[in-house]
Structures are given as C-alpha cells and as structure tokens.
Nanobody, 119 residues
Framework: QVHIVESGGGLVQPGGSLRLSCAAS????????MGWYRQTAEKQRELVAQ???????NYADSVKGRFTISRDNAENTVYLQMNSLVPEDTAVYYC?????????????WGQGTQVTVSS
C-alpha cells in the first residue's frame, strides 16, 4: 500500500508565503518524479511544479519566480515553497508521485490541501 501525505495548506494574505510538504511511503519503488498540481471549481487540474530525476525542475509560467520546488530523495519527500502569493493561487493543491517499475508506470495522488489567498 502507498501513502501520499500532504501538509502545509491554509489561509494567507496576498503577498504572503506558505510551504507545502508531501511525503510518500509504503510499497513505492522507482520514483522518478514528484510534483504539485492544483485545481479549482472553474479550472481543470494543472501542473504547478515538478522535479524529476537529476534535479530537473519544471514550473507553470504563472508561478515562475515565486514558487520553488525541492525534493529529499532519501525521505521521498517533496516541498513547495510559495512566495508572493496572489488570490489567483487559491486552489486545492495535490501532490503527485510518479514511479516506474520495469515497463510499468504508476501515478499516485495525495488527498489535496486547500490554499486560500485572501485579505
């Protein structure tokens, strides 16, 4: 069984910061990418940031320069530091973990954590 546990969401004022954490545990092997997606009632789930093997990172244009993703490979943990938050960042944020075992690929999702940016 695989567990994906997120933490760190909440309410923050515009211009503020939050740090999201996500830990993967259980029977999960061959992780090659960890990242964060977000979703609102009006928009489909979208990629926010991702880090793949080798430390290569990928960011949505809307968060470049404001968000930073990092990964602790030893702990199977990924973090998202979010600075200069704006109301448009309000969404449910989901942790995503991708793994590969031989020819099979797997996608694991967390339960989601709410981020609300409002004054």
């Amino acid at each position: 069984q695989v567990h994906i546990v997120e933490s760190g969401g909440g309410l923050v004022q515009p211009g503020g910061s939050l740090r999201l954490s996500c830990a993967a545990s259980g029977s999960i092997f061959g992780i090659y990418a960890m990242g964060w997606y977000r979703q609102t009632a009006e928009k489909q789930r979208e990629l926010v940031a991702q880090v793949v093997d080798g430390g290569i990172t990928n960011y949505a244009d809307s968060v470049k320069g404001r968000f930073t993703i990092s990964r602790d490979n030893a702990e199977n943990t990924v973090y998202l530091q979010m600075n200069s938050l704006v109301p448009e960042d309000t969404a449910v944020y989901y942790c995503n973990v991708k793994s590969r075992v031989f020819a099979s690929r797997y996608d694991y999702w967390g339960q989601g954590t709410q981020v609300t940016v409002s004054s």
